[in-house]
Nanobody
Framework: QVQLVESGGGLVQAGGSLRLSCAAS????????MGWFRQAPGKEREFVCA????????YYADVVKGRFTISRDNAKNTVSLQMNSLKPEDTAVYYC??????????????????WGQGTQVTVSS
């Protein structure tokens, strides 16, 4: 069993930056691919980015590529999301997710085994 707890959300102006963190409990953190999803009001949850268990591979949705960076620290059981050049359309609840497939960076909702409770990110124009 893995428990995920996100932190770092908040309110920021367009063009600003935020860093989200996700702390994982449980064993064998490095055997899970980790990812971030987001859900805006009135929309379905969508994939943002993911990182392999080793940290050696990453994958980003086109809408965040070049602005967001995912990283992980397997010694600390954490995964982070650095978000730069934020836009109002990035406003959403951001969720951390874990996939038992350590190589599973092409994440989909249905492939994720564990989810955090979400953290709100609001970008004002």
């Amino acid at each position: 069993q893995v428990q995920l707890v996100e932190s770092g959300g908040g309110l920021v102006q367009a063009g600003g930056s935020l860093r989200l963190s996700c702390a994982a409990s449980g064993r064998a953190f490095s055997t899970y691919a980790m990812g971030w999803f987001r859900q805006a009001p009135g929309k379905e949850r969508e994939f943002v980015c993911a990182i392999a268990g080793s940290g050696g591979s990453t994958y980003y949705a086109d809408v965040v590529k070049g602005r967001f960076t995912i990283s992980r620290d397997n010694a600390k059981n954490t995964v982070s999301l650095q978000m730069n050049s934020l836009k109002p359309e990035d406003t959403a609840v951001y969720y951390c997710a874990a996939d038992r497939n350590a190589y599973g960076i092409y994440m989909q909702e249905r492939t994720c085994d564990y989810w955090g409770q979400g953290t709100q990110v609001t970008v004002s124009s």
